[in-house]
């Protein structure tokens, strides 16, 4: 497979531990899961029994992939999923995938700083074990509670302290991601990250899916329906039945 990072992309993934892509939807990408989302949203207050949260700082849809073909689509965007795929490898598939919402207003974070992986025996800062990608539905600036990181933190010792901040903008030497709406950004699971308030007085909303190995499991909660997994079988697709999670666990590799 060609590669799908330009050498500045290549450079500053591995320097930062996390890469913006400006216009990474188009205008008729965004609109149709700016439309899905809104409809995912409404029958979810119909039917609160649906999977997912509502809490004062945040809201969580789970599984938005189950809700339209948009959102199921962007898995496997054409210009995001090569660089996941680039990064973390040809076993690559889904961990997990949600759709944020975060009031205006927010009194706390949902989220302080972390990170989101840990696996037991293996040392993070020399492995790639998740890679997670933000699609922003909305303007996100430096009110909007965007998530903000430690760049470089994903090769920093394991162990390393981190300063304890009251607030999440507080930490030192931290970036908050911003941008417009069709902006896409991925990180490092490794990469020192928070939420921040939301002090605007618009919510914020973005479609988020996480990334692995194959080996791993899916998140409990985050598992494709079997319809889902019915549609991937008579793709044929490999890329869509992979990331899916079908498929045994140490053979299944994609292939140019």
Request: aromatic letters at 10%; charged letters at 20%.
């Amino acid at each position: 497979m060609p590669n799908a990072m330009t050498d500045a992309q290549r450079i500053a993934f591995e320097s930062n531990g996390f890469l913006t892509i400006e216009n990474a939807l188009s205008a008729d990408e965004l609109a149709q899961l700016q439309t899905e989302t809104a409809a995912a949203e409404a029958l979810w207050e119909k039917n609160p029994d649906l999977p997912g949260y509502k809490k004062d700082s945040l809201w969580e849809l789970r599984s938005p992939i189950e809700y339209g073909e948009a959102m199921r689509d962007a898995l496997w965007h054409p210009k995001i999923f090569p660089l996941v795929r680039e990064i973390i490898g040809n076993d690559v598939s889904m961990i997990d995938n949600s759709y944020y919402i975060t009031p205006p207003h927010t009194p706390h974070t949902h989220a302080d700083w972390h990170h989101d992986v840990g696996l037991t025996g293996v040392y993070h800062p020399l492995s790639v074990m998740m890679v997670k990608v933000f699609f922003l539905l909305t303007d996100v600036n430096a009110d909007s509670g965007g998530t903000a990181m430690v760049p470089g933190s994903h090769r920093f010792p394991m162990g390393f302290e981190f300063p304890k901040v009251a607030r999440p903008k507080d930490m030192p030497g931290a970036v908050q991601m911003s941008g417009k709406a069709g902006t896409a950004y991925l990180f490092n699971g490794r990469v020192y990250h928070a939420a921040v308030n939301n002090d605007s007085d618009s919510p914020r909303r973005v479609l988020i899916y996480n990334y692995g190995h194959h080996w791993m499991k899916i998140w409990p909660g985050y598992e494709p329906s079997q319809k889902l997994l019915d549609w991937a079988e008579r793709s044929d697709d490999p890329a869509r039945m992979q990331v899916l999670g079908m498929g045994p666990a140490y053979a299944v590799s994609l292939r140019d």
